[in-house]
């Protein structure tokens, strides 16, 4: 009886593991080989062959440039101008790109994952759908992709990913280098694998933005790490910066604020009756 | 096995640390004007998104201090060969420090701008 009653689920079982078989003899055949850990090559900056802030030479419309240089002098008194990174704020697209802390792919036919070790993940679907009608907007946006056989090898090489619909407050870089704040960023991004070395990663993005005067692309570059190790980084385990209105604090050792900038005032405490 | 950061790894790592190992903007931390601090940790709190060294020191009143320093995520320093016990309560630094602004006990810390009072390296193990 037993024996009987175990058929079916042997069957659907050996069934199963056909399938992820066949999916992942599908994936192995044609996507290329991303996986491991990938670490930037430069520093923090958005164009990696520039210096931050105004060494970026950003392509700015004269009223984000003005938005800029004040974000640029308040972080010279100890402000965090633009920036809200700090407390702990998401940083969105394209600047996640910037990969502070390592990412990794989890490559599929109908989506891409891009896992970050300190941010919330990108879903780049390349399952050949349109953009939808009208999407809630988050800060990593809705990514579409295409993957490209550029050199007919039957294996794909490119991923082409166009991403939309991105939520703000976002700035290319911790400066507060800033984006529009009317979010209708496009950004265009083209990633592969170094011809000549299959432990580096391209990501060239063109970020289409109306806080630029035109398209403004930089090209990104990642060293794989093919033993790695991955820890957690979640930014509200202990941060000790603290955002109030529009003033940054910093917390002490025993606990209180204490301040950024010279001379700032405390936080207004008029709602608290005990004072 | 354990080894020594050598002064081109310390170097390197400071060129990449600091500022550039933050997720976000360091402008609170005068990075022009560093001080010298000596002290004894209370506490090393291997915590994200940055490990902190919580830091006393002496006035020259004869007072006690506490400082707060935030350093790098835990993830970068392990993987320059630091982990949570690296420090412990007691024992005696020497930093060179990038202190807030506002003159407010508290700034970064780095680990190339750290050793023992004594004058000896941190000790890593890869």
Same mark, same amino acid.
Not at chain 1, 214 to 230: A, G, H, M
């Given at each position: 009886?037993?024996?009987?009653?175990?058929?079916?689920?042997?069957?659907?079982?050996?069934?199963?593991?056909?399938?992820?078989?066949?999916?992942?003899?599908?994936?192995?055949?044609?996507?290329?080989?991303?996986?491991?850990?990938?670490?930037?090559?430069?520093?923090?900056?958005?164009?990696?062959?520039?210096?931050?802030?105004?060494?970026?030479?950003?392509?700015?419309?004269?009223?984000?440039?003005?938005?800029?240089?004040?974000?640029?002098?308040?972080?010279?008194?100890?402000?965090?101008?633009?920036?809200?990174?700090?407390?702990?704020?998401?940083?969105?697209?394209?600047?996640?790109?910037?990969?502070?802390?390592?990412?990794?792919?989890?490559?599929?036919?109908?989506?891409?994952?891009?896992?970050?070790?300190?941010?919330?993940?990108? /879903?780049?679907?390349?399952?050949?759908?349109?953009?939808?009608? $009208?999407?809630?907007?988050?800060?990593?946006?809705?990514? =579409? !992709? +295409?993957?490209?056989?550029?050199?007919?090898?039957?294996?794909?090489?490119?991923?082409?990913?166009?991403?939309?619909?991105?939520?703000?407050?976002?700035?290319?870089?911790?400066?507060?280098?800033?984006?529009?704040?009317?979010?209708?960023?496009?950004?265009?991004?083209?990633?592969?694998?170094?011809?000549?070395?299959?432990?580096?990663?391209?990501?060239?993005?063109?970020?289409?933005?109306?806080?630029?005067?035109?398209?403004?692309?930089?090209?990104?570059?990642? /060293?794989?790490?093919?033993?790695?190790?991955?820890?957690?980084? $979640?930014?509200?385990?202990?941060?000790?910066?603290?955002? =109030? !209105? +529009?003033?940054?604090?910093?917390?002490?050792?025993?606990?209180?604020?204490?301040?950024?900038?010279?001379?700032?005032?405390?936080?207004?405490?008029?709602?608290?009756?005990?004072? | 096995?354990?080894?020594?950061?050598?002064?081109?790894?310390?170097?390197?790592?400071?060129?990449?640390?600091?500022?550039?190992?933050?997720?976000?903007?360091?402008?609170?931390?005068?990075?022009?004007?560093?001080?010298?601090?000596?002290?004894?940790?209370?506490?090393?709190?291997?915590?994200?998104?940055?490990?902190?060294?919580?830091?006393?020191?002496?006035?020259?009143?004869?007072?006690?201090?506490?400082?707060?320093?935030?350093?790098?995520?835990?993830?970068?320093?392990?993987?320059?060969?630091?982990?949570?016990?690296?420090?412990?309560?007691?024992?005696?630094?020497?930093?060179?420090?990038?202190?807030?602004?506002?003159?407010?006990?508290?700034?970064?810390?780095?680990?190339?701008?750290?050793?023992?009072?004594?004058?000896?390296?941190?000790?890593?193990?890869?």
């Amino acid at each position: 009886m037993f024996y009987r009653n175990s058929i079916g689920p042997a069957v659907l079982a050996a069934v199963f593991v056909a399938a992820i078989a066949d999916v992942r003899a599908q994936v192995e055949m044609k996507y290329p080989d991303w996986s491991g850990q990938w670490l930037r090559t430069g520093g923090i900056q958005w164009d990696p062959t520039k210096p931050l802030g105004r060494g970026q030479q950003a392509p700015l419309t004269p009223e984000y440039q003005a938005i800029f240089e004040a974000s640029l002098a308040d972080q010279a008194v100890g402000g965090a101008g633009n920036d809200a990174r700090y407390s702990c704020f998401p940083v969105g697209m394209p600047r996640l790109m910037s990969v502070i802390f390592p990412m990794e792919f989890i490559l599929s036919p109908k989506i891409t994952y891009v896992l970050f070790e300190n941010n919330m993940p990108r /879903r780049i679907y390349t399952d050949g759908r349109s953009w939808p009608s $009208d999407p809630e907007p988050t800060f990593a946006g809705y990514s =579409i !992709g +295409k993957w490209i056989d550029e050199d007919g090898d039957s294996r794909f090489d490119v991923l082409e990913v166009e991403t939309r619909y991105m939520k703000g407050p976002r700035t290319f870089e911790g400066t507060g280098l800033p984006l529009h704040k009317d979010n209708q960023t496009v950004v265009k991004e083209r990633i592969h694998l170094d011809k000549s070395n299959a432990d580096v990663l391209h990501d060239q993005i063109t970020t289409i933005d109306n806080a630029l005067i035109l398209p403004w692309t930089v090209t990104k570059k990642f /060293r794989r790490e093919r033993k790695p190790s991955w820890l957690e980084n $979640d930014c509200s385990e202990d941060n000790h910066h603290v955002a =109030i !209105g +529009k003033e940054n604090y910093f917390l002490s050792a025993d606990g209180y604020l204490m301040p950024t900038k010279k001379g700032q005032m405390p936080p207004d405490l008029r709602y608290f009756s005990n004072r | 096995m354990r080894r020594q950061l050598s002064a081109l790894a310390g170097w390197a790592f400071v060129a990449t640390s600091g500022a550039a190992l933050a997720h976000h903007s360091f402008a609170m931390f005068d990075q022009e004007n560093p001080i010298e601090l000596q002290g004894v940790v209370k506490e090393f709190k291997f915590t994200s998104p940055h490990t902190f060294i919580i830091i006393e020191t002496k006035q020259q009143d004869g007072s006690t201090q506490l400082w707060s320093l935030e350093g790098g995520a835990p993830s970068a320093l392990v993987r320059d060969g630091w982990s949570s016990k690296t420090l412990k309560p007691g024992d005696e630094l020497q930093l060179t420090i990038e202190p807030l602004r506002s003159g407010a006990p508290g700034g970064s810390w780095s680990v190339g701008k750290t050793k023992f009072k004594d004058g000896r390296p941190i000790m890593v193990t890869p």
